[in-house]
Structure formats: C-alpha cells, structure tokens
C-alpha cells in the first residue's frame, strides 16, 4: 500500500504571493491533519479534516485554510505569505482520526523570500 | 491545550549504548504516540501507545497515564537511530500536541 504523498516536496515563493499544498492519504484513510514545523516553534497542529469536514483548527491566522474532497485528497492554502511562513508542512492520514497512528507524509518544505 | 514537555532536550550516545527518553504532559490524555524524524525530515510512527508497555525490536515504550507521563527506551543503540525523537498527545479534540523533541547523536 502506497504511502502518504505530497506535493510539491520544495517550494519557494516571496513575499504577498500565496500557495497550495497537496497531500494525499494512504488508501482508506479518511481523516487528514496538517502540522507546520518550524525551529522556533517546532510542530504544530493547523487543522484535521475528516469525509471533507474540518473538525478541528489550530491557532494559526485566516491566511492558513484548507480542504478536503471526496477522495479524501487534501490542499492547504497560504495566502499573502510572510517571511514567517517558511517551514516544513507535514501531513499526515489515519482511517478515523487522530485517536489512531497517525502515519506522515515526506512534507513539503517552503521558502518565502 | 495540552503541555508536553520532552526530555533531555540533546542526547550523544555511543553505538551500543541504552538510554531513556521521557515525556510529561500537563492534562490527561487518551492518546499517545512517539515518532522518529530522520534528517530528511520524515516522521515515522514508533508507538501508538496510550497507556502501558509495548516493545518492537530494540525500542520500547511505557505510559503512565495515571502520572501523566512516558518513556521510550533505546537499546544497544546504533548510528541509525539518529533523529529527532517526539512525543505527542492528545484528548477528544481532533489534535496531536507535540513536544519540543529529543534530539539523539549516536556516534560509531
């Protein structure tokens, strides 16, 4: 059984612009969370979705939005991006949620010049 | 939201050594995993491991939901097990909180 993709895996944007990810879960999996790691704040939660329904959001600004469609494939969405938006995005899938091994993608790493 | 607290925060290990990661959180929880990061910034699953001892190979994990705590335990250590070590948890709200990772140096 494949693994958890994502793409882009490199990414570099400036300033203003704005961006999507990808991910797309392991087959069967149903539920999807988004993490940003950064070294200063290390890993965080963004949001989890489950059958295209967004159950839970970190603390993160309106700038950070995501979705899910039907296949279960996932996208989050930066827009007007800062300086402080390079990171690492991670994502990660399970077949209910996160009360179960989470299993990560490779992550997509994004610069904002 | 939940506290984890992770430590020791840097471990240098020799090839063959034992050591004892830890990880303290602030509120109970029903869920928590520990993973491994590898320098290409993957993370892989090591436990899923919500209270009590489980064992794969030369790692082990205990919980004690109870005093709100668990240990990860490296034996006879190689250089592969190099990374960055986290813990994770979380309650019935739909998120994993992370602690601040234990990074592992093993040396040949």
């Known amino acids: 059984k494949a693994g958890v993709t994502q793409t882009p895996r490199y990414l570099i944007k400036t300033r203003g612009q704005q961006v999507t990810l990808s991910c797309s879960p392991i087959?069967?999996?149903?539920?999807v969370s988004w993490y940003q790691q950064t070294p200063g704040q290390g890993l965080q939660f963004l949001f989890e979705?489950?059958?295209?329904?967004?159950?839970n959001k970190g603390n993160f600004p309106g700038r950070f939005s995501g979705r899910q469609f039907s296949n279960s494939r996932s996208e989050m969405n930066v827009s007007t991006l800062e300086l402080g938006d390079s990171a690492l995005y991670l994502c990660?899938?399970?077949?209910?949620?996160?009360?179960?091994?989470?299993?990560f993608g490779p992550g997509t790493r994004l610069l904002v010049l | 939201g939940i506290q984890v607290e992770q430590s020791p925060p840097d471990l240098i290990l020799q090839e063959g050594a034992n050591s004892t990661l830890r990880c303290n959180f602030s509120?109970?929880?029903?869920?928590l995993q520990w993973f491994h990061q590898n320098p290409w910034g993957q993370l892989i699953n090591l436990f899923y491991?919500?209270?009590g001892t489980k064992q794969n190979g030369r790692l082990s994990a205990t919980t004690v939901a109870t005093e709100r705590y668990s240990l990860l335990y490296i034996s006879s250590s190689q250089t592969t097990d190099s990374g960055v070590y986290f813990c994770?948890?979380?309650?019935?709200?739909?998120?994993?909180?992370f602690g601040a990772g234990t990074t592992v140096t093993v040396r040949a």
């Open positions: 509120d109970s929880v029903n869920n």
């Open positions: 979705y489950f059958s295209e329904t967004q159950r």
């Open positions: 087959s069967g999996h149903r539920s």
């Open positions: 994770a948890v979380g309650s019935n709200d739909y998120k994993l909180s």
């Open positions: 491991i919500p209270s």
């Open positions: 990660a899938s399970s077949t209910q949620g996160i009360q179960e091994t989470q299993y």
